[in-house]
T-cell receptor, first 117, second 112 residues
Framework: AQKVTQAQTEISVVEKEDVTLDCVYE???????LFWYKQPPSGELVFLIR??????QNEISGRYSWNFQKSTSSFNFTITASQVVDSAVYFC??????????????FGGGTRLMVKP | DADVTQTPRNRITKTGKRIMLECSQT?????MYWYRQDPGLGLRLIYY???????NKGEISDGYSVSRQAQAKFSLSLESAIPNQTALYFC???????????FGPGTRLTVL
């Protein structure tokens, strides 16, 4: 069975600090997809990134970067020079290619990030 | 216009009432999903549908039913609402394995 763990339930930082959100996953499938979603206070879910299990290259998008390490089953998310607008709940999710439930997403419990001015 | 819409956005109801949450999408996707979000638990799958004739239970389907009226419409019903069904409900669509899921804005349901 697939499982996603986000051990940090809440993180508080001061603006301009760097912050890393941890995500650890479990799967028996060799082909799978990892995702990060952002949920701002308004409640909608905003897609941030998708990564497949065969692509371990790290990715950078502006102030956001992602570190995918299959050896430790982790897909961590770093925000550089955090801003107040980054305050949100962030979800890591996993989808197995051969999952019977139609590629359902299994979500972690989320990490609430609070960026203080 | 939003690709995935949900109605209502907020609903307060009483224990025992029947409630329907509706979802419509304009993305042309065959796959649609209903999730519920509870604090600290992330989102959990209630039901999913591959097409109009294919509906499947997710991990927490007890107390819920669904209807896929058309490719674009997928409704979630609570036949007899109970307080522990108070949650944020999301509808999502999926174009296929290599794509992300697209979520609606959510419906906040409170059962008193």
């Amino acid at each position: 069975a697939q499982k996603v763990t986000q051990a940090q339930t809440e993180i508080s930082v001061v603006e301009k600090e760097d912050v890393t959100l941890d995500c650890v996953y479990e799967t028996r499938d060799t082909t799978y997809y990892l995702f990060w979603y952002k949920q701002p206070p308004s409640g909608e879910l905003v897609f941030l990134i998708r990564r497949n299990s065969f692509d371990e290259q790290n990715e950078i998008s502006g102030r956001y970067s992602w570190n995918f390490q299959k050896s430790t089953s982790s897909f961590n998310f770093t925000i550089t020079a955090s801003q107040v607008v980054d305050s949100a709940v962030y979800f890591c999710a996993l989808s197995e290619a051969r999952n019977n439930a139609g590629n359902m997403l299994t979500f972690g419990g989320g990490t609430r990030l609070m960026v203080k001015p | 216009d939003a690709d995935v819409t949900q109605t209502p956005r907020n609903r307060i109801t009483k224990t025992g009432k029947r409630i329907m949450l509706e979802c419509s999408q304009t993305k042309g996707h065959d796959r649609m999903y209903w999730y519920r979000q509870d604090p600290g638990l992330g989102l959990r799958l209630i039901y999913y549908s591959f097409d109009v004739k294919d509906i499947n239970k997710g991990e927490i389907s007890d107390g819920y039913s669904v209807s896929r009226q058309a490719q674009a419409k997928f409704s979630l019903s609570l036949e007899s609402a109970i307080p522990n069904q108070t949650a944020l409900y999301f509808c999502a669509t999926h174009g296929g394995l290599y794509e992300e899921q697209f979520f609606g804005p959510g419906t906040r349901l409170t059962v008193l």
